[in-house]
């Protein structure tokens, strides 16, 4: 089925893609690579990131992308592959934060997207496009224990973090007002991924996941992929797609008070400094 809506040429757009090595990611990682973008696959496991490159380069005349190995639930790892991309690219266009896990224990996780602001703003116009998913809608944060160090429930734990991601988007949108970066969400519909698998508790191949949710990868990496290259979302910021289209979310994640608590405890966490102000 064709695109509804039409995409621009990404020709010398550096656009930086996490969890880009299977699922969702590796599926928009292909269609920004069709557009002609330079890619910057930031992975967990470097050689599943080099093996997704090549494929890649097989298959699109796109510049070759490369690989930043990164840990996301370890802060040194994340500051170390923001130098690394520093390094290779003085200013990025496209940020897509897709990497997503649903793990039977605690991990913790960590934000990418500050420590690229400043070459985000200096290769403005440019985008960041965060994964969140339906699942935020029956999200609640509890600050007592934001990080479920007291209790851990996997699918609990998801919506959590799907909520902060919208949270966060929004907050991010407002203090990058006075700039020409934007930010958007999007929940990109149900797909027979391996983290559905997870939340869900159900085998992935040949199994009940599979048989009932038939939404290709093609089809989920649609919101990204739109969001990061479509003309029509130029300047478009601070916004929930589903798909293609503008939706709403959770009527939670507007609340503004909310918003600045999470990004403030958020930058506490990470000992962060010097986070755009509001």
């Not at 039409?6 to 699922?23: K, S």
């Not at 380069?57 to 510049?63: I, L, S, Y």
């Not at 985000?120 to 944060?141: E, T």
Request: overall charge positive; charged content about 20%.
């Amino acid at each position: 089925m064709a695109r509804k809506v039409p995409l621009g040429d990404m020709t010398g757009r550096v656009c930086v893609i996490t969890g880009a090595t299977r699922g969702i990611g590796r599926a928009t990682a292909a269609g920004l690579a069709e557009l002609g973008a330079t890619l910057v696959l930031v992975c967990r496991r470097l050689e599943d990131g080099k093996v997704v490159a090549r494929e890649l380069a097989a298959q699109h005349p796109a510049p070759p992308a490369r690989v930043v190995q990164v840990d996301l639930s370890s802060q040194r790892s994340i500051r170390e592959g923001a130098d690394a991309i520093r390094r290779y690219h003085p200013r990025i266009h496209v940020l897509v934060n897709n990497a997503g896990v649903i793990p039977k224990q605690r991990e913790t996780t960590v934000l990418l997207t500050n420590l690229l602001l400043d070459l985000l703003v200096q290769g403005a116009p440019s985008r960041v496009v965060n994964v969140a998913s339906g699942a935020h809608q029956g999200g609640v944060l509890d600050f007592s224990d934001l990080q479920s160090e007291r209790r851990y429930d996997p699918v609990r734990v998801y919506g959590r973090t799907k909520l902060a991601n919208v949270l966060f988007t929004y907050e991010l949108a407002r203090r990058l007002r006075a700039t020409e970066v934007t930010a958007n969400c999007l929940h990109p519909g149900v797909v027979a991924t391996k983290l559905l698998s997870d939340y869900m508790n159900l085998p992935l191949v040949g199994g009940a996941i599979a048989r009932t949710f038939g939404g290709s990868l093609e089809k989920g990496s649609e919101s990204s992929v739109h969001l990061a290259a479509s003309p029509e979302a130029e300047g478009v910021t601070g916004r929930y797609f589903v798909g293609e289209r503008e939706g709403r979310s959770s009527p939670v994640s507007y609340d503004e008070a909310l918003q600045r608590r999470l990004w403030d405890e958020s930058a506490r966490l990470t000992a962060l400094a010097g986070a755009p102000a509001p």
